[in-house]
């Protein structure tokens, strides 16, 4: 990501530079709008996970009867049985499992955003703007939905703007990333050198961060840090998802990201779910990247192990990274509006579903 213009901001000068213009009624961008539209559910079922680092809830919505798999293994030594089944027979079961798990990086708003508008589908058919969405809602229809709207909600806490859309990089590196102790911006990717983010050379927290210091997305997925990732990876687990999302946001077109450590099979997987998102996009007029790899790991340093990758190894899920457009001003970045975020995220859940419906062999190229 390029870096922002600006090397320092206070905590003073960020929330000055907070446009005082409310946001869309159908944007969430708080815990406090999260908890309306929580309340207003009516048909799905609601349970509590563990609390955040900073005593917050954190909850899952799900729709579509829970179809509990004769689990003879762990999906770790069902793999090594040569029979995953061991695990949980997938083609048994009467209805796909799809899973998207929301920001666990608490400025990322648009994913939460996003994912409130899916419940508002799944409860009255339209979105929270009001619009019809049909298709959306009869391929909800198919699937057992899975949806943690909010994986971090210290982070969340912590974000004060409720909305990027229209600011600057610099103001992304600050409620993103936070400051060192002399107001330096931290920024990406040097806002991972340090974890947990804690101690005296620490600013202002970031909203990547629970409370802390822990980015949920690069747990020790072997000894966690946090309280936020392993129940994230124990709704997985729990449920065996035929495709689990993890909704991300930056400053750039719409994307998915490769899936690192794990089987070309599942990388190729991800990447028909990918061109299926492109075409959707191109329907939308929104520019995108091109498809991502099919590969091996390597390279000094080799890629990394995240929450995604995690996912995979104990469920055997298809993992998708979504990245999505703040809609930043500014030089570099890619602009957009509130409304063409949230047909964005739509757009992704349509192709989400479609393929957890009727999986596509993966294409060559």
């Avoid at 960020?14 to 869309?24: H, S, T």
């Avoid at 349970?47 to 680092?53: F, R, V």
């Avoid at 980015?215 to 966690?224: I, L």
């Avoid at 998102?277 to 995240?306: I, M, Q």
Wanted: hydrophobic fraction near 35%; glycine fraction near 8%; proline fraction near 8%.
């Amino acid at each position: 990501m390029t870096k922002a213009s600006v090397d320092t901001m206070t905590y003073e000068e960020a929330v000055e530079r907070i446009p005082d213009d409310p946001n869309l009624e159908f944007w969430v961008g708080s815990l406090e709008a999260l908890e309306d539209q929580l309340r207003s559910l009516e048909h799905g079922s609601i349970a509590k996970l563990p609390d955040s680092a900073g005593g917050r809830p954190v909850r899952l919505v799900t729709y579509g009867a829970f179809e509990e798999p004769e689990s003879r293994a762990n999906f770790n030594s069902a793999v090594a049985s040569r029979d995953p089944t061991n695990y949980a027979d997938r083609e048994r079961r009467e209805k796909p499992v799809v899973c998207f798990v929301g920001p666990v990086h608490g400025h990322e708003v648009e994913g939460l955003t996003g994912l409130c508008s899916l419940l508002s589908i799944l409860e009255t058919g339209r979105d929270l703007r009001g619009r019809a969405q049909p298709t959306l809602r009869e391929l909800t229809d198919e699937c057992r939905v899975v949806i943690l709207p909010c994986g971090n909600p210290d982070g969340l806490a912590r974000f004060e703007p409720d909305s990027l859309q229209g600011l600057t990089l610099a103001d992304l590196e600050f409620w993103g990333q936070g400051t060192w102790a002399d107001d330096r911006l931290i920024g990406w990717p040097d806002a991972k050198q340090l974890h947990p983010m804690t101690g005296d050379d620490v600013g202002f927290l970031g909203c990547y961060f629970n409370d802390d210091g822990v980015n949920p997305m690069h747990d020790e997925p072997f000894a966690p840090m946090g309280v936020e990732a392993p129940a994230i990876l124990d709704v997985v687990r729990r449920e065996a998802p035929d495709v689990t999302v993890s909704l991300h946001s930056h400053g750039y077109p719409p994307t998915l990201h490769r899936p690192q450590f794990v089987p070309l099979q599942k990388q190729a997987d991800s990447r028909s779910i990918h061109r299926a998102y492109n075409t959707l996009l191109a329907d939308l007029d929104v520019p995108r990247l091109y498809l991502h790899d099919v590969t091996g790991e390597s390279g000094r340093p080799g890629p990394y192990f995240n929450l995604v990758s995690a996912a995979y190894h104990v469920s055997g899920t298809t993992g998708v990274l979504h990245e999505c457009p703040h809609g930043l001003s500014g030089d570099d970045v890619f602009q957009i509006n509130h409304e063409g975020i949230l047909d964005v995220q739509l757009a992704l859940y349509e192709a989400i579903l479609r393929h957890a419906v009727d999986p596509v062999e993966p294409a060559e190229s």
